[in-house]
Every structure is written in C-alpha cells, then in structure tokens.
Nanobody, 115 residues
Framework: QVQFVESGGALVQPGGSLRLSCGVF???????YAWYRQVPGEQRDLVAY????????SYATSVDGRFTISRDNSKRTVFLQMDSLKPEDTAVYYC?????????WGQGTQVTVSS
C-alpha cells in the first residue's frame, strides 16, 4: 500500500512563496507524480506533474510560470515550489500518482494566501 505524506503548507501573504514536500512511502518510486489541490465544495484539480527521471514537467495554466514541481528520487520525495502566490491559490494540496491517482490519498497540506 502506498502512503503519501504532504507538508509545508502555511498562511502566506499575496506575492509570497512556499515549498511543499510530499514523502512517498511505497515499494518503489517508479511512477509519475503530481500535485493536486482542492477547495471545499469543489473538485480536486491537477496542478502539476513530473515524470520518473524528473526532466519533464507540465503545469496547469493557472500556475504556469509561478510553480515548479521537482523530485528527489533518492529520498522518495516530491516538491512543489510556489512563488508569486495569489489568493486563488488557497486550497488543500495533495500529491499522488499521475495520470491515475491511487485511492489512498494523504491528509493534504493547507495553503492559505491572504493579507
């Protein structure tokens, strides 16, 4: 069974930065991974994904140019560097496999962008 443990969320002012981390506890780390986010009452949306070597990434239009996804295969960790944060980035952020997320979601990490 795969377990995802997200961390790094916080309250930050507009224009600020945060770095999220996701520890992946599984038999192996040979998957594409992605960050997703969800606002209460809305569906969970894809934010960004990264391939196995970590040399190919893709971003949602709303975060392209502001967010950077990366991974450390030796530490089985996926990161999301978030810069120039906006109030509309407020959400709970989750990591999971891509393109077919597993049923075992982590607890997520809350990001709140507000002055």
């Amino acid at each position: 069974q795969v377990q995802f443990v997200e961390s790094g969320g916080a309250l930050v002012q507009p224009g600020g930065s945060l770095r999220l981390s996701c520890g992946v506890f599984s038999r192996d780390f040979f998957s594409f991974y992605a960050w997703y986010r969800q606002v209460p009452g809305e569906q969970r949306d894809l934010v960004a994904y990264i391939n196995i070597p970590g040399d190919r990434t893709s971003y949602a239009t709303s975060v392209d140019g502001r967010f950077t996804i990366s991974r450390d295969n030796s530490k089985r960790t996926v990161f999301l560097q978030m810069d120039s944060l906006k109030p509309e980035d407020t959400a709970v952020y989750y990591c999971n496999e891509y393109p077919r997320p597993l049923e075992s979601w982590g607890q997520g990490t809350q990001v709140t962008v507000s002055s």
